[in-house]
Each structure stands twice: as structure tokens, then as C-alpha cells.
């Protein structure tokens, strides 16, 4: 537990989330990551932060997979450095030859979110809100017709946070089904409600227990939307 209270990390508290650790990394800075977490990472995940131009997502990416290693090596037991990876058919990571959580992780901006559940598949999304003032067209373009029409009736100075929890709700649900983001974005409505969200599974969905889907969004730093969803 040492070297988890000693990484860049913030437990988050998660309602209805029984079994689910939710974890918020950052910020990350010019100034890279501390060297006993980029030791923890594989020479592929190396190579991939290396590849990145800009010095802060460089540092986000490093963050990001080496806070995971460590918070996968304390569920299992298996060293840092050692945590082996596979992938889903969409890409979406798991745990390879050894026994221990779902998890799932999403970074934007300076921060990272980071989900493990004992026994429930997991999506997590946070995104930098960025005020580019096309938030209708956008949903026009990639939300069901439910989600524009809600949208088109919020106040302007609303717009952007609805816009945003309902983008990261979106892809952590299509996350936690480890289904692909883009070929299904339009597959569901996103409901805004007082308990956070509720999922309407289209008539052609490609997966109707999408509405069993417990939605939730994350307490994220300013500037921010995030959502955590178990399938």
C-alpha cells in the first residue's frame, strides 16, 4: 500500500458501486512521471509514450499505465513490472495469465481516470471539456436523435457539461461492453435524470442489456465531464 499512497492518485467515492475502486491520477506535467513508474512499464508501452510529440502526454500516457500496473500488482500480487496485458476484439485491455479485476482507464487533458471492479465489467471515460461551440453539430452528426433534441433544448451556458456527461457516458458504457465506439454511438439514448444517467437501447441496438447498464458520473476536476459504467 506504500507505493500506491505514494503515486499521484485520489481515491474517488463511486455510488452503487459496490466492489469498484475508481481512482483519479494526475496532473500530469512537463516534468514526466517519477522513475519507479515508468520502470514498471513494458518496452512497448515505452516505445508508445515515446511516440507521442507534446512532453505532457508523454507524461499522461506514462502516468496512466504505470499508476494501473501498480494498482493491478496490489489486487494480484504479481509484480509491477511483470502485470502481462491482452486484448479484447475492440482493443479494450485485460489481465493475461493470471486471476484479478476488470478494469478499465481513460486520460484527457492532465488527468486520468482509473476503474477496477471485482466482478463486473467496467468503463471509465473523463474528457477535457473544450468549448468549441459546435457541441449541436456534433450531436447532430454522432448522437441518437433522443440526445439532440434534449440537447437542443438546454441553456447555452448549460450546453457544454450536458454535451460532455453525455460523450463520456457514452463511450464508458460502450467500454464496459468492450464494444467498438464508433460503430455503436448511435445505438443508445443517454438520459440525463437526477440519479445521473439512464440508457434507452435503440430499437436496432446491438446489444439490449445496454439498458442494465449502471451509469454514474465521477466527481472530476473542473473542466472536466467523467462517467464510470458497469455492464
Do not use: Q
Not at 512521471?33 to 508508445?48: A, F, M, Y
Request: aromatic share 8%; with cysteine; proline share 5%.
Amino acid at each position: 500500500m506504500a507505493e500506491t499512497c505514494a503515486l499521484p492518485l485520489k481515491r474517488l467515492t463511486l455510488l452503487s458501486g459496490a466492489g469498484v475502486a475508481l481512482w483519479l491520477a494526475g496532473p500530469a506535467g512537463p516534468d514526466g512521471v517519477p522513475e519507479h513508474l515508468w520502470n514498471t512499464l513494458s518496452r512497448g508501452e515505452k516505445d508508445r509514450a515515446n511516440r507521442f510529440l507534446r512532453v505532457e502526454d508523454r507524461a499522461l500516457f506514462a502516468l496512466t499505465r504505470g499508476t494501473l500496473r501498480c494498482l493491478l500488482s496490489e489486487a494480484t500480487g504479481v509484480a509491477a513490472d511483470k502485470i502481462a496485458f491482452a486484448e479484447g476484439p475492440y482493443g479494450k485491455p485485460c489481465l493475461a495469465g493470471t486471476h484479478g479485476p476488470h478494469f478499465n482507464v481513460s486520460h484527457s487533458g492532465r488527468w486520468a481516470l482509473i476503474g477496477l471492479s471485482g466482478s463486473r465489467d467496467i468503463g471509465v471515460d473523463i474528457e477535457l471539456m473544450r468549448a468549441a461551440g459546435g457541441e449541436l453539430d456534433l450531436a447532430r452528426s454522432f448522437f441518437s436523435a433522443a440526445e439532440y433534441l434534449s440537447l437542443e433544448g438546454v441553456d447555452r451556458e448549460m450546453l457544454l457539461s450536458s454535451f460532455y456527461k453525455i460523450w463520456t457516458c457514452k463511450e464508458a458504457v460502450l467500454k464496459a461492453h468492450g464494444a467498438g465506439i464508433s460503430e455503436h454511438l448511435k445505438d443508445f439514448s443517454v438520459e440525463l435524470n437526477e440519479n445521473g444517467f439512464a440508457i434507452h437501447p435503440e430499437p436496432d441496438c446491438f446489444s439490449p442489456s445496454l439498458a442494465s447498464v449502471a451509469a454514474r458520473p465521477v466527481d472530476v476536476p473542473d473542466g472536466y465531464g467523467g462517467c464510470c459504467a458497469l455492464a
